[in-house]
């Protein structure tokens, strides 16, 4: 009994030390942060520069999007993908093998016809069944093939991509009209970028018209609502604060543009992983660091993609547990990059940040709550100090949502109406009552996932967009 | 755990969460009262520019009424009256802000330490300046900022310094594809007086990477005085010379283009041949019909396509070329007849734009 009393005690004052390490990581994140919005701040209210964006200057975009059962909104989504405001790109549609009437549509909407095979290069994947172009619209490429998943609809696309930049888009996900020539921005102010990525909204709740937001709206919906501040956490100030120090280890797989050549010197992306996005960066990472060659990834806040979020418990279940057991499975295959010199600052801070931190998070919760409940128990800990202890991580947690929610409101302030605003604040504060809890247990599950070898997506049951903004 | 401790974090935290939550409040109370201030800032200035404009404020009061506004909103605005304003009247406008104070305290903008504030410096000059501020420009034109390196660039078509296009060349020369094909067009802009260092760092280059650049500038230019620099590589022995000779004289609807495309429709290199195919149809190269057609049996697929969509453009003679070669049966040629005949006019534009156009990105990848 006295060793567990002494395991009790060596173990808080371990997840003490951890508890302080990590949040004094996560203040320097923020301290790098503000910085940095304050500077895309200056560069977005430049009128001239988005003058000189919407001119020919940009370089060729290829915008690859992969569908898979999409019936109901692939043609309005491709539709929206030709109109983005941008002088010179293609759209390249994979059609995955769906079993519903997704490639029907498509050739009936374009009026398609069957073309040559047009691979570029040597990407493996699936069978391809035929490429097509369209009769009527011109820059719309749709390839059809047998099904093999996202990274093997995007190889496939990657193949025939024509020109020097690459965008992965969801088929499900919503692009701003100008998006895209936000995000080819860091192009011409950074030669040396290899990949950026922009920001992910929440659509849920939003009033929408012909595919597009009018009107950002802060969902009413509890699950949806609680991602809200959860996003901008991810987005204002953990990205920004990673541009600082050169480290950005994911570029969301719906919304991220690529330079093609370093792509396909990878071997484009990887089959079979849950988290395609994350992998490749990570693999982008460690190629251009061996390779010497000097480059950057940095996220950019303006450019604005709009996704629909799970709004059941199961759905988003699903989604946080993939998400982890990916985090797991990259950090597992790529783990000779932590603490390792030859990957500079990613193998010494950006890959430990994201194993200690991120990684083995939810499981230090678990345990520390744990601990702390057998410690009550054997009266070693004292119930005044482990409330005031929990109160205190939660109130860090807290802090950090807030000010991501001040940055927000103090540059983009994207939700205009007052009761939206109180609804944003307002779920930024109720975070730590239930719902941080469930997504520590779905993360903790992931571990489990990852024992037995799951690799499977998991069915995520959408609601389409007709429907997202009946959240509201 | 130290009790005394963890309560004094807790308190700190509430106390700083309250605080927190009243600036959230406070903000966007500010904000909303600041955008409010905004209009009426907006609307004050633009009244005096149009007082002035109608000669109704004198020239004291336009300057007092804008210099009670914020640099940014009266760059806005001077923007807007750029393109609307001509002649004398312009002039005479620049004259007057370039005397005030209000002018010499924004370009002192120019030397601050923060890089957003030299932009706001750069972006007035980008409308008033002059000759005069040369040594301001060739110095923010070094800065280490790269945002302000880029917005500087549009500033040399309000002065004509030859020193700094031949910087300006020399950076595009060397800067990666997405800066060059913004440097290409603020060159593009300066003109006639970018055509001499054009030439002469032509006749300097060594390497087809650079040279193939330099065409394809003259191709931005437009600079038919350099047309024949441009045919004169036809026979280059880089790929990427030859594609760039064989897009650029898609800018230059002349006898002397359509004979060297004509010729480049023969190289062996498929991708320039496509592009030759495609540029005689933008010139409209009807004296080169018979090359076009005998191309549409052309081994390569993409090259066929062309030659037939280079016809469709050549109107009648170019149809019937086309009806030809379909009645002609099912091989290539009809099979690219018919392929092309079917295309939509939507299609039909797709392919000019997009098949080979990026051309500043391909350079330089076929060697």
Redesign the interface.
């Known amino acids: 009994m006295d060793l567990l009393r002494e395991a009790l005690v060596q173990s808080e004052s371990l997840i003490l030390t951890y508890f302080v390490i990590l949040n004094s990581f996560y203040a320097l994140l923020l301290f790098l942060s503000v910085p940095e919005l304050w500077k895309h701040w200056q560069i977005i209210k430049d009128d001239d520069l988005a003058r000189y964006l919407g001119s020919e200057a940009l370089p060729a975009v290829s915008v690859m999007v992969p569908a898979y059962n999409m019936e109901a909104s692939i043609v309005d989504s491709v539709e929206c993908l030709l109109a983005l405001k941008y002088s010179n790109h293609e759209v390249i549609v994979v059609n995955d093998g769906s079993t519903d009437q997704t490639m029907e549509l498509l050739r009936e909407a374009f009026s398609l016809y069957e073309v040559s095979p047009e691979s570029r290069s040597t990407l493996g994947t699936k069978r391809v069944r035929a490429y097509y172009r369209s009769r009527n619209r011109p820059g719309i490429v749709v390839i059809d093939k047998d099904n093999g998943g996202k990274a093997d609809a995007l190889n496939a696309a990657l193949a025939v991509a024509r020109f020097p930049l690459v965008v992965a888009v969801d088929a499900d996900t919503l692009i701003e009209p100008d998006a895209l020539i936000r995000l080819a921005r860091p192009f011409l102010l950074d030669p040396d970028v290899a990949a950026a990525g922009g920001t992910i909204r929440i659509a849920n709740g939003c009033d929408m018209r012909h595919q597009r937001i009018v009107e950002p709206r802060v969902p009413h919906s509890f699950l949806a609502g609680m991602q809200v501040p959860e996003y901008l956490r991810a987005f204002l100030f953990g990205r920004l604060g990673w541009n600082v120090l050169g480290g950005t280890l994911i570029v969301s797989g719906a919304f991220g543009i690529f330079r093609r050549d370093y792509l396909l010197e990878i071997g484009g992306y990887r089959t079979g992983n849950v988290v395609e996005d994350m992998d490749l960066i990570v693999r982008l990472h460690k190629h251009l660091r061996e390779k010497g060659v000097r480059y950057s990834v940095p996220f950019i806040p303006d450019p604005v993609a709009w996704t629909e979020v799970p709004s059941d418990l199961t759905t988003l279940g699903r989604q946080r547990e993939r998400w982890h057991r990916g985090l797991v499975l990259t950090m597992a295959s790529n783990w000779r990059m932590v603490f390792n010199p030859r990957y500079g600052v990613v193998g010494l801070v950006v890959f430990p940040f994201f194993f200690f931190g991120e990684l083995l998070a939810p499981l230090i919760e678990i345990v520390g709550l744990i601990a702390t409940a057998v410690g009550f128990y054997l009266g070693v800990v004292d119930l005044q100090a482990a409330l005031l202890f929990l109160t205190a991580a939660w109130g860090y947690g807290m802090i950090i949502t807030l000010t991501a929610v001040i940055m927000e409101e103090s540059t983009f302030r994207t939700y205009r109406s007052f009761a939206d605003f109180l609804r944003l604040v307002g779920y930024a504060l109720a975070e730590p009552f239930g719902y941080r809890q469930m997504t520590v247990l779905w993360r903790v599950d992931a571990f489990r996932c990852a024992l037995r070898g799951r690799h499977s997506w998991g069915d995520m049951k959408r609601r389409g967009f007709s429907h997202a903004g009946a959240d509201a | 755990?130290n009790?005394e401790l963890?309560?004094l974090?807790?308190t700190t935290?509430?106390t700083?969460?309250l605080i927190?939550?009243g600036?959230?409040v406070g903000?966007?109370m500010v904000?909303l009262r600041q955008e409010e201030l905004g209009t009426i800032e907006t609307s004050v200035a633009s009244e005096a520019f149009k007082r002035w404009i109608g000669g109704t404020a004198s020239r004291q009061e336009f300057l007092d009424s804008i210099g009670s506004c914020r640099p940014?909103t009266v760059l806005?605005l001077l923007?807007k009256y750029a393109v609307i304003i001509r002649g004398d009247r312009w002039d005479e406008l620049i004259s007057m802000i370039r005397e005030s104070g209000w002018f010499n305290y924004v370009t002192r903008y120019a030397r601050s330490r923060f890089?957003?504030r030299r932009?706001v410096a750069v972006?007035l000059l980008?409308i008033l300046g002059r000759e005069q501020d040369l040594p301001l420009i060739s110095r923010l034109f070094s800065d280490r900022h790269?945002?302000v390196r880029?917005?500087v660039v549009?500033v040399l078509g309000r002065v004509n310094e030859q020193a700094l296009v031949d910087r300006l060349v020399a950076m595009a020369l060397s800067?990666?594809?997405?800066?060059r094909?913004?440097l290409?067009?603020a060159l593009a802009r300066l003109g006639a007086s970018v055509v001499p260092v054009i030439k002469d760092r032509v006749g300097r280059s060594s390497s087809p990477d650079e040279l193939a650049i330099l065409l394809a500038l003259i191709g931005e230019l437009n600079a038919v005085e350099l047309l024949g620099t441009v045919t004169g590589n036809a026979r280059h022995e880089s790929a990427c010379v030859r594609l760039t000779v064989a897009t650029v004289l898609r800018a230059f609807p002349h006898p002397e283009s359509a004979g060297a495309l004509a010729s480049l429709l023969s190289d062996p290199v498929a991708q320039v041949r496509a592009q030759a195919a495609v540029s005689l149809g933008l010139i409209g190269g009807v004296e080169k019909l018979q090359v076009l057609q005998d191309a549409l049996t052309d081994v390569d697929?993409n090259v066929r396509v062309n030659a037939g969509i280079a016809l469709r453009r050549l109107g009648a003679d170019g149809l019937e070329a086309l009806r030809r070669a379909l009645r002609g049966g099912a091989d290539r040629a009809g099979e690219a007849a018919r392929f092309v005949l079917?295309?939509?006019e939507?299609?039909l534009?797709?392919?000019r734009?997009?098949e080979y156009?990026?051309l500043i990105?391909?350079a330089g990848g076929l060697d």
């Not at chain 2, 800067?175 to 800066?179: D, F």
């Open positions: 755990m009790f963890l309560a974090v807790v935290e509430t700083l969460m927190m939550l600036v959230l903000r966007r904000l940014a806005s923007h890089w957003w932009l972006r980008s790269q945002m880029i917005a549009p800067s990666q594809p997405v800066v094909g913004y290409f067009q697929g079917n295309l939509e939507p299609a534009s797709g392919y734009g997009q156009g990026s990105a391909t």
